[in-house]
C-alpha cells in the first residue's frame, strides 16, 4: 500500500480527519490534484488551493530537528514565514480552522484538569493561542518556548493581563519550586524526545508542578509507536513522582493527536 492509499484507507475508516489527512498528503512535499482525491478531500484543497503549494514547499524544508537548538532555528524561521501553520499544520494555514482547532483542545484541556484560578505553564507554546485560550480562566498563563522568534509573535498577540511569554533552552524552566498548578504541552515534546532531553525536562516539570499539579501531554513522540510512547510515558511517570491518569488517549475529531494525563504525587 502506498502512502498516498494508506491516508485515503485512515480518512475512509474514519481513523482520521480530512484536515488531518489532507496535511498528511502534503507532508509528500507535492500539493496534491484535487481530481485525484475522494470528493470530501477534494472539497477542502479547492478551498485551501491558495495556500497547498505553499504548505507544500514547507513540508519539503522539513518539521524535524534532532535537538533544541534546531529546533529553535526551525521555528524562528517559521515564525516570520508561516508560524499558524507551524503550530498545527494539519490547519492548513486558514486562522479560522486554527482557531476552531485551538478551541476543541482548549475544551479537552478544561474536561481533563482544573483550569479556574490556578497557574498555567504552556510548555512550546509557539504562537501563543492555547495560553490565550486558557487565559480567561486562569489565574495565571506563562507560556515558553525555544524559539525567540516565536515568543515575539505570541507577546505581539496576547493582549490578557494575566498572560507573559518567555524565552526558553526548553531544558530547564525558569519559574520556583512549585509554582504551577498545570502543565500544558501541545505538539512540543516529541522535540525533546527527539533530542533526548525528556528526562532533563520531565525532572523540571516535577520540580516546578505544585502536588497534585497536572501535566497534560498532546502527541508523545512522531515515532509513529503508540505502545512505545504509553510505555515511556509511565515509565517517566514512575520515577519522577506522578500518577498516570491517562495515557494514549484520542480525544479530539479535528486533530490526530493523542492525550496523556500526568498528576504530580
Given at each position: 500500500?502506498?502512502w498516498?492509499?494508506?491516508v485515503?484507507?485512515?480518512?475512509?475508516?474514519?481513523?482520521i480527519?480530512r484536515e488531518v489527512?489532507?496535511?498528511?498528503?502534503?507532508?509528500?512535499g507535492?500539493?496534491?490534484?484535487?481530481?485525484t482525491?475522494?470528493?470530501p478531500?477534494?472539497?477542502?484543497?479547492?478551498q485551501?488551493?491558495?495556500r497547498l503549494d505553499?504548505l507544500?514547499?514547507?513540508?519539503r524544508e522539513?518539521?524535524d530537528?534532532?535537538?533544541?537548538?534546531?529546533?529553535?532555528r526551525?521555528?524562528d524561521g517559521l515564525a516570520?514565514?508561516?508560524?499558524?501553520?507551524?503550530?498545527?499544520f494539519?490547519?492548513?494555514?486558514?486562522?479560522a480552522?486554527l482557531a476552531?482547532a485551538?478551541?476543541?483542545?482548549a475544551r479537552?484541556?478544561l474536561?481533563?484538569?482544573?483550569?479556574a484560578g490556578r497557574?498555567v505553564?504552556d510548555?512550546?507554546?509557539g504562537?501563543?493561542r492555547?495560553?490565550?485560550?486558557?487565559?480567561p480562566?486562569?489565574?495565571e498563563?506563562?507560556g515558553?518556548?525555544v524559539?525567540?522568534?516565536?515568543?515575539a509573535?505570541?507577546r505581539?498577540?496576547?493582549?490578557?493581563?494575566n498572560?507573559r511569554?518567555?524565552h526558553?533552552?526548553?531544558?530547564t524552566?525558569a519559574l520556583p519550586?512549585?509554582?504551577?498548578?498545570?502543565?500544558v504541552?501541545?505538539?512540543?515534546?516529541p522535540f525533546?524526545?527527539r533530542?533526548?532531553v525528556l528526562d532533563?525536562?520531565m525532572a523540571e516539570?516535577?520540580?516546578v508542578?505544585?502536588?497534585?499539579g497536572?501535566l497534560?501531554?498532546f502527541?508523545?513522540?512522531?515515532?509513529?509507536?503508540?505502545?512505545?510512547?504509553?510505555a515511556?510515558?509511565?515509565?517517566?511517570?514512575?520515577?519522577f513522582?506522578f500518577?498516570?491518569?491517562?495515557v494514549g488517549?484520542?480525544p479530539?475529531r479535528?486533530w490526530d493527536?493523542?492525550?496523556f494525563h500526568?498528576?504530580?504525587?
Amino acid at each position: 500500500m502506498t502512502w498516498t492509499e494508506e491516508v485515503f484507507a485512515q480518512f475512509e475508516a474514519g481513523e482520521i480527519s480530512r484536515e488531518v489527512a489532507l496535511a498528511r498528503l502534503l507532508l509528500s512535499g507535492e500539493a496534491p490534484d484535487p481530481a485525484t482525491l475522494p470528493a470530501p478531500l477534494a472539497e477542502l484543497a479547492r478551498q485551501h488551493g491558495g495556500r497547498l503549494d505553499h504548505l507544500a514547499g514547507l513540508a519539503r524544508e522539513g518539521f524535524d530537528a534532532d535537538n533544541l537548538e534546531g529546533a529553535a532555528r526551525l521555528f524562528d524561521g517559521l515564525a516570520e514565514t508561516a508560524p499558524e501553520a507551524a503550530v498545527a499544520f494539519y490547519t492548513l494555514g486558514d486562522p479560522a480552522l486554527l482557531a476552531q482547532a485551538t478551541g476543541e483542545l482548549a475544551r479537552v484541556i478544561l474536561d481533563w484538569a482544573p483550569v479556574a484560578g490556578r497557574r498555567v505553564l504552556d510548555f512550546g507554546c509557539g504562537i501563543g493561542r492555547v495560553a490565550a485560550a486558557l487565559a480567561p480562566h486562569a489565574r495565571e498563563v506563562v507560556g515558553v518556548d525555544v524559539s525567540a522568534g516565536m515568543i515575539a509573535q505570541a507577546r505581539a498577540r496576547a493582549s490578557a493581563p494575566n498572560l507573559r511569554f518567555e524565552h526558553s533552552d526548553g531544558r530547564t524552566l525558569a519559574l520556583p519550586d512549585a509554582s504551577v498548578d498545570l502543565a500544558v504541552a501541545a505538539d512540543s515534546f516529541p522535540f525533546l524526545v527527539r533530542a533526548g532531553v525528556l528526562d532533563a525536562a520531565m525532572a523540571e516539570f516535577a520540580r516546578v508542578l505544585t502536588p497534585g499539579g497536572d501535566l497534560l501531554v498532546f502527541n508523545w513522540s512522531y515515532r509513529g509507536d503508540d505502545v512505545g510512547d504509553v510505555a515511556d510515558a509511565r515509565r517517566v511517570a514512575d520515577r519522577f513522582g506522578f500518577d498516570a491518569v491517562r495515557v494514549g488517549e484520542r480525544p479530539f475529531r479535528i486533530w490526530d493527536g493523542r492525550g496523556f494525563h500526568l498528576r504530580r504525587l
